[in-house]
């Protein structure tokens, strides 16, 4: 992993072991604040309390078995191999407990899915997406957030709405990243409440969620809930913004270039140095009034026609908006993003599959930098193997196969090239992959110039950035020009 044995921060496998350190042996009072026993400096608690909780746990078990790998101060760097085996065990058991049966039973509750196989070969696809697989036992990270969000939408999508809003509040409470998710469901649930009518079920249902929200949140934060002083602390730390529009230092190591990472600030910084131009205060208004402005076509027709359809492909766009222009972006954060897409791998295979190989190559210098070249290289062909194998995405780039046919009909007559556009999709597929192809092995294989040391770093963020601004335009299209409200009884 990354920073094994280097010290003073050691890397992100240092990170979740300190957290354990911290929070077994010092009072809930003191996670979040600098003292002489906790050095914020060093990996300090930057997420929310759910984390901090989730990693006292781990730190009780990890007691039981051997003190040493949490002692207080004596154990920073412990880098055993019986404590990693117990850390990848803590990762793996988080999957088999949240992640994977969500995935599972989303893919069984599909409607076009209902067929054992079909709903098998879509978990599968889901299960195998080399990112997330990359990220949690590579770099290594747990994947409650992201289950825990899954849990949400399973939830949506039989009308279990408190139960998801309880679901999705721990995964908020557990990364405050997850407010990448956050407006997709305050919309659809919103949308269902002036569907219901205001004036009656609406607002008894309004009321529940409102209810159901502020109780899940006073019972995460309830140990910090005595001492505004201790909220803001906690605030504090989540958000410090006070770091500029490229730190993003709520996730990152010593060892991260915040100039890499795929995203419209870091690629247009290649030409104009933003941070040298614009003061970190307008940086934060001009990052909050992009994103707000990218994602309100989304939001808005999320709220006046709520569908389930419209709620999973507007998880993709607004997730993908702010990881395009919100502030302090993590190359992980793509991950926000990805996820959602998986849970519409069955409506668009191709336009999915394309994204999620963009996404897994968007990580290639954080990869790189983790030593997992190697598992990169395997798992990444093998993922396109096997969506070209369940899903034929080489035959489904028909306008119809893509969602665009009400796009294409308002088009009709005014542009020439729709008849071909199959081909020139597939085209672009392949020379995209093509790209990507070479920029990997340049960047794994081929020295940089001494006067560019970050030309190939550079080279992945922006051409993945290129993608992604054409993917935001992609789903925002089919959102916008989607006229259907299927039911909310099944997911579709």
């Known amino acids: 992993f990354l920073g094994a044995g280097k010290p003073p921060m050691y890397g992100d496998y240092e990170a979740q072991r300190h957290w354990q350190e911290i929070t077994y042996n010092l009072p809930i009072r003191q996670w979040y604040f600098n003292t002489s026993d906790n050095n914020l400096l060093y990996w300090g608690l930057d997420y929310p309390p759910l984390t901090a909780y989730h990693s006292f746990v781990c730190a009780y078990i990890a007691k039981l078995i051997n003190p040493d790998w949490v002692a207080l101060h004596t154990s920073r760097g412990y880098e055993s191999q019986p404590h990693k085996l117990f850390m990848r065990t803590t990762v793996f058991v988080a999957d088999l407990l949240v992640y994977i049966p969500a995935v599972i039973l989303?893919?069984?509750?599909?409607?076009?899915?209902?067929?054992?196989?079909?709903?098998?070969?879509?978990?599968?696809?889901?299960?195998?997406?080399?990112?997330?697989?990359?990220?949690?036992?590579?770099?290594?990270?747990?994947?409650?957030?992201?289950?825990?969000?899954?849990?949400?939408?399973?939830?949506?999508?039989?009308?279990?709405?408190?139960?998801?809003?309880?679901?999705?509040?721990?995964?908020?409470?557990?990364?405050?990243?997850?407010?990448?998710?956050?407006?997709?469901?305050?919309?659809?649930?919103?949308?269902?409440?002036?569907?219901?009518?205001?004036?009656?079920?609406?607002?008894?249902?309004?009321?529940?969620?409102?209810?159901?929200?502020?109780?899940?949140?006073?019972?995460?934060?309830?140990?910090?809930?005595?001492?505004?002083?201790?909220?803001?602390?906690?605030?504090?730390?989540?958000?410090?913004?006070?770091?500029?529009?490229?730190?993003?230092?709520?996730?990152?190591?010593?060892?991260?270039?915040?100039?890499?990472?795929?995203?419209?600030?870091?690629?247009?910084?290649?030409?104009?140095?933003?941070?040298?131009?614009?003061?970190?205060?307008?940086?934060?208004?001009?990052?909050?009034?992009?994103?707000?402005?990218?994602?309100?076509?989304?939001?808005?027709?999320?709220?006046?026609?709520?569908?389930?359809?419209?709620?999973?492909?507007?998880?993709?766009?607004?997730?993908?908006?702010?990881?395009?222009?919100?502030?302090?972006?993590?190359?992980?954060?793509?991950?926000?993003?990805?996820?959602?897409?998986?849970?519409?791998?069955?409506?668009?295979?191709?336009?999915?599959?394309?994204?999620?190989?963009?996404?897994t190559f968007s990580l290639l210098p954080l990869l790189l930098k983790d030593g997992l070249l190697l598992a990169y290289a395997a798992t990444t062909p093998a993922f396109l193997a096997v969506c070209l194998a369940s899903f034929s995405i080489l035959e489904k780039t028909s306008a119809e196969d893509l969602q665009l046919k009400a796009f294409s009909l308002s088009l009709k007559g005014y542009v020439s090239w729709f008849k071909s556009f199959p081909r020139i999709v597939r085209s672009l597929f392949l020379l995209s992959l093509s790209l990507m192809g070479v920029l990997s092995v340049l960047s794994a294989a081929v020295p940089p110039p001494q006067s560019l040391p970050d030309l190939f770093p550079v080279a992945v963020a922006v051409v993945s950035c290129l993608h992604f601004l054409l993917f935001l335009v992609y789903f925002n299209v089919v959102i916008l020009w989607d006229s259907r409200n299927r039911g909310q009884k099944k997911l579709s």
């Not at 969620?209 to 809930?225: D, E, I, M, N, R």
């Not at 890499?260 to 870091?266: F, G, L, P, R, Y």
């Not at 307008?282 to 808005?300: E, G, M, W, Y």
């Not at 709220?303 to 993590?330: E, I, N, Y």
Request: include cysteine; aromatic fraction near 12%.
């Open 106 to 359: 989303y893919c069984f509750s599909l409607k076009e899915t209902s067929a054992k196989k079909k709903a098998s070969t879509c978990a599968l696809c889901i299960l195998l997406y080399p990112g997330l697989i990359l990220i949690d036992h590579g770099h290594f990270q747990y994947p409650l957030s992201l289950g825990l969000a899954l849990w949400a939408v399973l939830c949506l999508s039989h009308d279990w709405d408190l139960l998801g809003s309880v679901a999705f509040c721990l995964a908020l409470n557990y990364k405050q990243m997850e407010l990448y998710h956050s407006l997709p469901f305050f919309c659809y649930l919103l949308g269902k409440c002036f569907k219901k009518g205001l004036k009656g079920k609406g607002l008894v249902l309004l009321a529940k969620l409102a209810g159901t929200v502020l109780l899940s949140f006073a019972a995460c934060w309830l140990p910090f809930g005595t001492d505004v002083e201790q909220i803001m602390q906690v605030l504090r730390r989540l958000f410090p913004i006070d770091r500029g529009l490229f730190e993003a230092c709520m996730f990152s190591s010593p060892t991260h270039c915040p100039d890499k990472v795929a995203n419209i600030w870091c690629s247009l910084s290649v030409l104009i140095k933003i941070k040298n131009v614009i003061s970190p205060r307008t940086q934060l208004k001009l990052s909050f009034a992009v994103t707000f402005l990218s994602l309100l076509p989304a939001c808005i027709k999320l709220t006046v026609q709520p569908s389930l359809r419209g709620f999973k492909f507007a998880l993709v766009s607004c997730a993908l908006s702010f990881f395009l222009f919100s502030f302090q972006v993590h190359e992980k954060s793509i991950l926000l993003v990805s996820v959602p897409v998986c849970l519409i791998i069955n409506e668009i295979p191709f336009m999915a599959t394309w994204f999620l190989l963009v996404s």
